[in-house]
């Protein structure tokens, strides 16, 4: 009742016209939109430059003409004025990163997929050197090993639409961000994507993404590049994770 009283005095005014502690106070209010979440991934907006909003208006247009009714979306400038910082958004909507198996399940289902492409890795390694393959400087084939194991991670896929896709011109200029991103809201994988593909694959499961080029060609989440905390070499740790 508290809290609808004070929704009902700030009615008809701007969040960010009050005071600093009131914004804080009210930006808590978890809103319905983010409380619900349907089975599609959200699209999350977190620039609001004033120069951007055609280009926002266009992009909506677009995505209603597409599904026939606005997909999931977050945007609010009060809320999610995020920047570069996407992963505030799990702090206004934790359930994203839920996991639906028990967490010996998810382990045993993880783990088998790094056992698998350690052991991929080690029979292939000297024919990969052979060819001029270096591990650390080319990084690659090691990501086509690995390919399950980080598909097996993802918790969720969020589609971004952030300054460089809100720009007029540029080489990103109205591509959407979409990242794929592991229970710990941390990046997995992440394309840049025309606004046509990323809505036509907005409403696909992600089973049926796992061959696509947005993730197959996706770039890596620094969290998971060679050499950072939760990235190769794995072989390294395999007694570890047995």
């Not at 991934?41 to 995505?63: A, H």
């Amino acid at each position: 009742m508290v809290v609808r009283n004070q929704q009902d005095r700030i009615k008809g005014t701007s969040v960010l016209s009050l005071p600093p502690q009131s914004q804080e106070l009210l930006n808590r209010i978890r809103l319905p939109a983010e409380r619900s979440l349907s089975d599609d991934p959200i699209w999350l907006r977190t620039c609001y430059d004033p120069s951007t909003e055609d280009s926002w208006t266009n992009i909506q247009n677009y995505l209603e003409l597409k599904f026939g009714h606005p997909p999931s979306t977050f945007n609010d400038p009060s809320l999610y004025n995020f920047g570069s910082n996407w992963e505030k958004v799990f702090l206004r909507a934790p359930q994203l990163l839920s996991n639906d198996q028990s967490a010996e399940e998810y382990d045993e289902y993880v783990d088998e997929a790094l056992q698998e492409g350690i052991e991929s890795e080690s029979m292939d390694a000297q024919h990969a050197e052979e060819n001029g393959y270096d591990p650390v400087e080319d990084e690659l084939p090691w990501t086509c090993f690995y390919s399950e194991y980080l598909w097996r991670l993802v918790a969720g896929r969020i589609h971004i639409v952030d300054a460089k896709t809100l720009a007029h011109k540029g080489r990103n200029a109205g591509k959407v961000l979409v990242m794929w991103f592991d229970h710990g809201g941390r990046a997995i994988r992440y394309a840049r994507e025309e606004l046509d593909e990323a809505g036509s694959i907005g409403g696909c499961f992600d089973y049926i993404l796992k061959d696509h080029n947005c993730w197959a060609n996706g770039d890596i989440g620094e969290s998971y590049e060679w050499g950072a905390p939760l990235g190769p070499p794995y072989g390294e740790y395999s007694s570890e994770t047995k």
